[in-house]
């Protein structure tokens, strides 16, 4: 059964950081792309990076380059996101996405809060 677990949520002020996990299970890992998306209330699903599973080259969006950074640890099946220079517009749930070689999500995790205030 596959899982993915996201972790690293929290409260932090304007300016502040916080890194999020996604610990993947009963996967091969290292063969998925990972992306992260977010959902603020009353709002759909975006986009926030991706971390390819060949090569590991990333995409952004526009909102969060040069603020947030993806990576990966193949070996401990784990993906990370990286959020510096927090802003309250970042509040949102964050979701983990696997996508088997790079393909549509397959898998979603069940989303870490993260609050940014003013």
């Known amino acids: 059964q596959v899982q993915l677990v996201e972790s690293g949520g929290g409260l932090v002020q304007a300016g502040g950081s916080l890194r999020l996990s996604c610990a993947a299970s009963g996967l091969i890992f290292s063969m998925y792309t990972m992306s992260w998306f977010r959902q603020a209330p009353g709002k759909g699903r975006e986009f926030v990076a991706r971390?390819?599973?060949?090569?590991?080259?990333?995409d952004y969006a526009e909102s969060v380059k040069g603020r947030f950074t993806i990576s990966r640890d193949n070996a401990k099946n784990t993906a990370y996101l990286q959020m510096n220079s927090l802003k309250p517009e970042d509040t949102a749930v964050y979701y983990c996405?696997?996508?088997?070689?790079?393909?549509?999500?397959?898998?979603w995790g069940q989303g870490t809060q993260v609050t940014v205030s003013s």
């Open positions: 971390i390819r599973w060949s090569g590991g080259s990333t």
């Open positions: 996405a696997a996508a088997f070689m790079g393909g549509p999500s397959d898998y």
